[in-house]
């Protein structure tokens, strides 16, 4: 009903950037918030950024400062912008969704696939 797709992972090395995105599509009828999580090997998923619509962005500590979350709601994407990466931060994340879907009243969480952020030092 409703898919997620992630793109913009890849390998840097320490100090650097990169940009990822998530475009959401299907039978939306609103997205309540979107946000990214992460996970690294041997590690539980974290919440990474999150952005409620019309709400503020929320972050981990550990990435505050340095990661920042927006949202194009015309296109029904989200994006997180990494500056200042450090090995730490290798993780696969993933985009996460709160849709409320077209003839239902229920608000479900949707999945991304994943993408690959690896940052070398």
């Known amino acids: 009903q409703v898919q997620l797709v992630e793109s913009g992972g890849g390998s840097v090395q320490s100090g650097g950037s990169l940009r990822l995105s998530c475009a959401a599509s299907?039978?939306?009828?609103?997205?309540?918030?979107m946000a990214w999580y992460r996970q690294a090997p041997g590690r539980q998923r974290e919440l990474v950024a999150t952005?409620?619509?019309?709400?503020?962005?929320t972050y981990a500590d550990s990435v505050k400062g340095r990661f920042t979350i927006s949202r194009d709601a015309a296109k029904n994407t989200v994006y997180l912008q990494m500056n200042s990466l450090k090995p730490e931060d290798t993780a696969l994340y993933y985009c996460?969704?709160?849709?409320?879907?077209?003839?239902?009243?229920?608000?479900?969480?949707?999945w991304g696939q994943g993408t690959q952020v690896t940052v070398s030092s």
């Open positions: 299907g039978s939306i009828f609103s997205i309540k918030a």
């Open positions: 952005r409620p619509s019309g709400g503020r962005a």
């Open positions: 996460n969704a709160e849709v409320e879907i077209y003839g239902s009243d229920d608000v479900n969480d949707y």
